[in-house]
């Protein structure tokens, strides 16, 4: 703070050349207030991104670590595209998708196996090992006998595709760049080389061939090794862990200062020497206590496994110091537990008062070579040796007090708090395909197409969607996009019921697909304007009360029967039938690429798809098929003839205001009577106007072929025949 206001006033009254000396001033100010940071071990990094540079190390990693692989190996974009639309004036629509291959090297010793990946900072594979983009992935664990990839070796041939033996690393095939901005992403893989934790003991035997190491049992999660260098590493450890190395013959070995076990070699008498300018005795003991100026509050930053390895720091308990604290960089896997224990030990340690010795010997002995442990004589306590020097009076042993064990502090330690990609697994497909009547907007001839995937849980990331032709081809549809429709399942048929009046008597339970999912009861005002539309079957009804039951299922009541002209299906429920909430998640299908309806299917494929996903088209089409009449009766007269009145209804004119007729929307009137069964019917008239008379003679001649024969009615429309209207029994 001194040293921006001391900086911006100098430049203000002097110039550059002020603010110059204004920012000196500030920094010294600034390092005699707050104190400059003390900071030890190799540098964290912040996850870095995954390179592709010739000579970059390869890390060894130990336990669990997330790390940014480097790309070895990479094939040219592959560009696909598919065209939709096209049909009647619509506009031809090309849509460009990109896609790469690629090899990425992850750790230079062998692995278990990779967990979690991530692109970009959001996840590409989840806990469960799914892919949540299109494409393939395939680990090689680096073991000693591992195969060439087989894309590798399709790309470069045989004789030129290395195994990489040793090494562990992950290949994408075709994955798709759409989440990317067309690029491949940087990537980082949470990677398990080893099963559990691991020892630093481990790690220092595996990196120092040669070199003994003991006892070092401090477990960490996981370590890697980003440098080849022993000492890079030995100091990395050491600064969490001090060690002392010991000689023995050819043998060198490392182990820990601090909690050795193992019983201490008792000094000989020391040696007084006569070395003085005066030829006095020198004594052969020498010992003083340096009390330091120490910071108590240490700080160790490292990976945190609770935070997707994020870098976290964890201050030692006790007193807080104004400043900067003393900082340990651990480049290990910890949780916030085994950090504050790093933490909290460093600190203690810092704070012991320093004691040194000189101890001088007449003979050179391995048991007190530099390194080892030492009681002496007269002094208290565990002594460690640090030096020895040979001159021609003796050996003088330089010594340091070692006291025993290091504290450890036990509890528990908050790792923060971290906005964490989530990790939602990818689902299969639940699809619905249907054609609902015509609503009365645009044109006449508007087809009303569409379809509804769904999944049972919210890590489902949208399908591709095709129509399946009669002969088997597949034409691209476009995409759900990623909002899942609300589907679901009737658990029991649902009875009958007038479709004039509100249905108070009858209810229908649903199961839908996902627990996330659900539904919202509606006002009679909110009806009437058409909320809570959905597709039962082959019904459309809507609904103004729901109750939840629990476990995804719902049960709707007050029920508007047959909407949309479908009161033909209100007797054909059946148990298991779909249900299909009718809202802004339906995707709307181009009817000119469907195609006829009656056979063409929709297909859906996502992510979680093993196999295309396939529905056949509900209600295949509803939307140009006229309605059936209504009100229909049937009047025998006294004179023996038979008279059939019924009313018309048009597509798309469901509001019935004035009570006056609304003009049909097909070319012209006509309407099919028949009478006995529709497949194979006993006699048919075509009517120009819902109005048909028999004559006495007629009816006579009726009455003697098929007595208790029933009369119906269909309307004759552009696309077809509507379903029929019983209109009475011939009697």
């Not at 020391?270 to 700080?299: C, F, I």
């Not at 129509?467 to 759900?480: F, K, W």
Request: aromatic share 6%.
């Amino acid at each position: 703070m001194a040293t921006l206001i001391l900086s911006t006033v100098g430049t203000v009254l002097g110039g550059p050349i002020g603010g110059a000396i204004g920012s000196l001033i500030g920094q010294q100010i600034d390092m005699a207030i707050i104190g400059s940071p003390t900071r030890k071990g190799p540098r964290l990094k912040e996850l870095s991104v995954q390179t592709s540079s010739y000579g970059a190390p390869i890390p060894r990693l130990y336990g669990r670590m997330r790390v940014a692989g480097s790309v070895i190996w990479a094939t040219e974009l592959r560009e696909s595209r598919e065209k939709s639309g096209g049909g009647k004036g619509k506009p031809k629509v090309v849509t460009y998708t990109y896609s790469a291959s690629f090899a990425v090297a992850l750790a230079s010793r062998p692995i278990r196996r990779v967990g979690r990946i991530w692109a970009d900072g959001n996840l590409l594979r989840g806990a469960a090992d799914d892919l949540k983009a299109g494409g393939e992935l395939r680990i090689h664990t680096g073991q000693g006998d591992q195969a060439c990839d087989p894309l590798i070796a399709a790309a470069e041939g045989p004789t030129r595709c290395p195994a990489f033996r040793g090494m562990a690393y992950a290949v994408f095939e075709n994955l798709a760049l759409a989440d990317f901005g067309n690029r491949i992403p940087s990537l980082t893989f949470e990677v398990f080389a080893d099963d559990g934790s691991v020892t630093l003991t481990q790690i220092l035997r595996d990196a120092i061939p040669g070199v003994a190491v003991s006892g070092t049992a401090d477990g960490v999660l996981g370590y890697s090794v980003e440098s080849g260098s022993m000492a890079a590493l030995v100091e990395a450890i050491g600064e969490a862990v001090p060690l002392a190395c010991t000689s023995q013959g050819q043998t060198l070995t490392l182990k820990p200062v601090l909690g050795d076990t193992q019983l201490p070699f008792v000094l000989p008498e020391a040696l007084a020497v006569s070395d003085g300018p005066d030829g006095a005795p020198r004594a052969g003991l020498s010992h003083r206590r340096e009390r330091k100026a120490v910071r108590l509050d240490a700080a160790v930053r490292y990976y945190d496994v609770d935070r997707d390895y994020q870098p976290g720091l964890q201050r030692a308990r006790g007193q807080s110091f104004a400043g900067q604290p003393s900082t340990l960089d651990f480049p290990a896997a910890l949780d916030a537990a085994g950090a504050r224990t790093y933490a909290d030990r460093t600190a203690h340690e810092a704070a012991r008062p320093r004691e040194i010795a000189s101890y001088r010997v007449g003979q050179a002995d391995l048991r007190s070579a530099p390194g080892r442990q030492v009681v002496v004589p007269g002094l208290a306590g565990r002594w460690l040796v640090e030096s020895w020097e040979f001159d021609g009076t003796g050996i003088e042993l330089g010594l340091g007090r070692h006291a025993g064990s290091s504290r450890t502090i036990t509890g528990a330690a908050d790792p923060g708090r971290a906005n964490l990609p989530s990790d939602r697994a990818a689902q299969p497909t639940r699809l619905a395909a249907f054609e609902l009547p015509w609503d009365g907007i645009g044109a006449s001839g508007a087809i009303s197409l569409f379809a509804a995937a769904s999944a049972a849980g919210s890590g489902w990331s949208g399908a591709a969607l095709f129509v399946v032709r009669p002969d088997g081809s597949l034409i691209p549809l476009g995409g759900t996009g990623r909002n899942r429709a609300t589907l679901g399942t009737a658990l029991a048929p649902l009875a009958p019921a007038a479709p004039l009046v509100l249905d108070w008597l009858n209810a229908v339970e649903i199961e839908l697909v996902a627990p996330d999912l659900a539904l919202a009861g509606a006002s009679l005002a909110q009806l009437a304007t058409g909320a809570n539309r959905a597709l039962l079957g082959r019904e459309l009804i809507q609904f103004a009360r729901v109750q939840s039951l629990g476990q995804s299922r719902w049960r709707l009541t007050g029920l508007l029967r047959g909407r949309g002209g479908t009161e033909w299906a209100i007797p054909g429920h059946g148990p298991g039938e779909s249900f299909v909430l009718l809202d802004d998640t339906l995707v709307p299908l181009d009817p000119a690429t469907v195609g006829d309806t009656a056979y063409a299917r929709i297909a859906a494929t996502g992510l979680a798809d093993a196999e295309p996903v396939i529905a056949a088209i509900a209600l295949p089409g509803a939307s140009l098929r006229p309605l059936s009449p209504v009100h229909g009766t049937l009047e025998a007269r006294n004179d023996g003839s038979l008279e059939l009145r019924w009313i018309r209804r048009a597509r798309g004119a469901w509001l019935w205001l004035d009570g006056v007729d609304t003009p049909l929307v097909e070319q012209a009137e006509s309407y099919l009577v028949t009478l006995g069964p529709a497949a194979a019917p006993i006699a048919q008239w075509i009517a120009a106007e819902p109005l048909l008379r028999i004559d006495a003679a007629s009816g006579a001649t009726l009455r003697t072929m098929a007595p208790g024969a029933l009369f119906a009615v269909a309307q004759r429309g552009d696309a077809g025949l509507s379903p029929a209207l019983l209109l009475g029994t011939l009697n």
